[in-house]
C-alpha cells in the first residue's frame, strides 16, 4: 500500500470519529497533527535525488475508459502536499468551536482536507477533478452555515461560479480525452504527457480553451473572480484559510499538470493577447478594487484575486523561469492568505467589525497581534526575505524573456509586466494602510479591554511565517523540488 493514502484516509477516519460523538476539536486537532507526521514520514521515504513520481498506487476502476485510481507524489505533489497537511493543522488551531452542529463544522475542515490532498496525489485526471468536487461541497455547507453577513447569498454565489468553471473544466477533460489517439486513450496524466511530447497527438484550441477557463474560473481568473471576495468574507476563518490557500490552487496546479505539458507553443502564442489582457484586469483593476476596499476581509479576498494574476503570468510566459515562478507562488501565496484569514479571523471574532474606520491603535493592546500582521503583510507585499519575492521575481523575469510582437517598442508580455510591476505598489499602498487603519493611530474607548491574541492561533501564524522566511532565504531548496516536475512540450 502506498503511503500516500494516508493523508487521504486519516481525515476521512478523523471525520468518523467525530461524527461517532468524540470530542470534535480535539479529534481533528489530532488528525491534522497526526497528517502533519505522516506527511514528514513520506518525505523521509522519499527519494529526492531520483525524484519523479514515487510511492505509485493504482487500482483499475473503469478499465475500458482507462479511468484507475492511481497515486503518485514527485516534488510538485509533495510540495502542495504539504501546504495541505501544514495549513490543515493551522486552520484547525484557530478555529472555534460553534455552538451550532460542532461535529459538522470540524468534520467539514477534516473532508476539505481530504480532497485536497486527493486531488494533489492523484495521477488520473479523473480522480483529480473528482476529489477536489468533493472537497467543494463542505466548502459551500462552511460558507452557508458558519459563515457570517450574507453567508446564504455567498454560499449560493460560490456554488454557481464553480459549477460552472466545474462544468466547462469536464468539457475540457472529455476533450484532451477523445484527442487522444483510439488505441491510447487514458486519463493516466503521465502517459498523456508523454504522448504530447512525442507528437502522438494535437490537441485542437477549443480544448486548450476548455481546460484553461475551467480550471480558471476556479482560481478566479478575471472577469470570472467576483465569487472569491465575498465568499472569503464570508466564510469562517477556517474555511477561507483551507480554501483560498490550498483548494483554490487547483486550478492552477490542473494547468501546470495538464495544460502546459500538453499544448504546443504555438497555440499559447495563437491565445496569449487574450490571456495577457485578462491577466492585467486580475493584477492591475482588482488591484485598484482593493484599494478601494474598507473592511479587512473584503480587502483580503481581493487580495487573493489579485495575486493569482501572477501566476497566471508567469504560466503564460510559457518558459521555465515563468513556470517556476507560477509553482513558487502556489506554495508562496497558500502560507501568505492563510496567516493573513487567520489573523483577521481572530480581530473579528474580538471586535465583530472589520471595518476600518471602527478600528484603530489595537498594537498597544495587542502588541503580538500586530507583529504577526506586520510580518504576514511584509510577505503578502512581497518584501525581500519572504517567499512572495522570490516567487514574483521569477514570474517577472520569465514575463521579460517572453516573445512576442512589438508594440511601441515593446511586446504585449513586456506591457503587461509593466503593469504588474505596479501592482506590487498598489499591493503595498493597500496592505500598509490596513496596518494603518487597523493598528496605529488612536483607539477607540470600546477596545480598552481587547485581549491578546491566543496562543493556538500564535503559534498556527508564526509556523506559516517561519516557512515563508525559509522559503524565501533558501528559493533553491523549493525550487529543486518544483523545476524538474514543470515541463514544457
Not at 71 to 78: I, N, P, T, V
Amino acid at each position: 500500500m502506498s503511503p500516500l493514502l494516508l493523508p487521504i484516509v486519516l481525515p476521512v477516519v478523523g471525520t468518523l470519529f467525530i461524527l461517532a460523538g468524540s470530542n470534535p476539536r480535539k479529534t481533528a486537532l489530532g488528525t491534522a497533527a497526526l497528517n502533519l507526521l505522516g506527511f514528514v514520514a513520506i518525505c523521509g521515504m522519499y527519494d529526492f535525488r531520483a525524484g519523479g513520481h514515487q510511492f505509485l498506487f493504482s487500482a483499475p476502476v473503469i478499465p475500458q475508459l482507462g479511468v484507475s485510481f492511481t497515486l503518485g507524489a514527485d516534488g510538485l505533489a509533495l510540495a502542495m502536499l504539504g501546504l495541505t497537511t501544514i495549513v490543515t493543522l493551522a486552520a484547525v488551531l484557530v478555529a472555534r468551536t460553534p455552538a451550532k452542529m460542532p461535529g459538522a463544522y470540524f468534520a467539514s475542515l477534516l473532508l476539505i482536507s481530504a480532497g485536497a490532498a486527493g486531488a494533489f496525489v492523484s495521477v488520473d485526471a479523473f480522480f483529480f477533478y473528482m476529489f477536489h468536487e468533493l472537497a467543494l461541497i463542505p466548502t459551500f455547507l462552511l460558507i452557508g452555515i458558519w459563515g457570517s453577513g450574507d453567508r446564504q447569498q455567498a454560499a449560493w454565489k460560490i456554488t454557481i461560479y464553480l459549477a460552472f468553471g466545474s462544468f466547462v473544466l469536464l468539457l475540457g477533460l472529455i476533450g484532451l480525452y477523445l484527442s487522444l489517439p483510439a488505441g491510447a486513450r487514458t486519463f493516466d496524466m503521465r502517459e498523456i504527457a508523454s504522448l504530447a511530447e512525442i507528437g502522438a497527438f494535437v490537441p485542437h484550441d477549443s480544448v486548450f480553451l476548455l481546460l484553461f477557463f475551467g480550471f480558471g474560473i476556479l482560481v478566479s481568473l478575471f472577469p470570472f473572480h467576483t465569487w472569491a471576495p465575498q465568499a472569503y468574507a464570508s466564510a469562517p476563518a477556517p474555511a477561507a484559510m483551507l480554501h483560498a490557500g490550498v483548494l483554490k490552487k487547483f486550478g492552477l496546479y490542473g494547468i501546470l499538470r495538464l495544460v502546459s505539458p500538453v499544448f504546443p507553443e504555438f497555440l499559447i502564442d495563437r491565445w496569449s493577447p487574450l490571456l495577457l489582457v485578462l491577466i492585467a484586469g486580475n493584477i492591475f483593476y482588482v488591484g485598484l478594487v482593493t484599494i478601494g476596499q474598507r473592511k479587512l476581509d473584503l480587502m483580503l479576498g481581493n487580495s487573493s484575486v489579485m495575486h493569482m494574476g501572477y501566476a497566471f503570468l508567469g504560466i503564460v510566459a510559457w518558459n521555465q523561469l515563468g513556470l517556476n515562478g507560477a509553482a513558487f507562488t502556489l506554495i508562496a501565496h497558500g502560507l501568505t492568505i492563510a496567516a493573513l484569514f487567520a489573523l483577521c479571523g481572530e480581530l473579528r471574532e474580538r471586535t465583530t467589525t472589520l471595518d476600518f474606520n471602527d478600528l484603530g491603535g489595537l498594537a498597544g493592546k495587542m502588541p503580538s497581534f500586530g507583529l504577526l500582521f506586520g510580518f504576514a503583510a511584509m510577505a503578502s507585499v512581497g518584501l525581500p526575505g519572504f517567499a512572495g519575492f522570490a516567487a514574483e521575481l521569477l514570474v517577472f523575469f520569465g514575463t521579460a524573456a517572453a516573445g512576442g510582437a512589438d508594440f511601441a517598442g515593446l511586446n504585449l508580455y513586456q506591457i503587461v509586466l509593466v503593469l504588474a510591476v505596479w501592482g506590487v505598489v498598489i499591493s503595498a499602498v493597500y496592505m500598509l494602510r490596513a496596518y494603518r487603519k487597523v493598528f496605529l493611530g488612536e483607539m477607540p474607548e470600546r477596545w480598552a479591554g481587547l485581549p491578546e491574541i491566543g496562543v493556538p492561533a500564535r503559534v498556527a501564524v508564526t509556523v506559516l511565517l517561519a516557512l515563508l522566511m525559509v522559503a524565501g532565504f533558501w528559493p533553491s531548496g523549493l525550487l529543486s523540488l518544483l523545476s524538474p516536475c514543470l515541463m514544457l512540450p
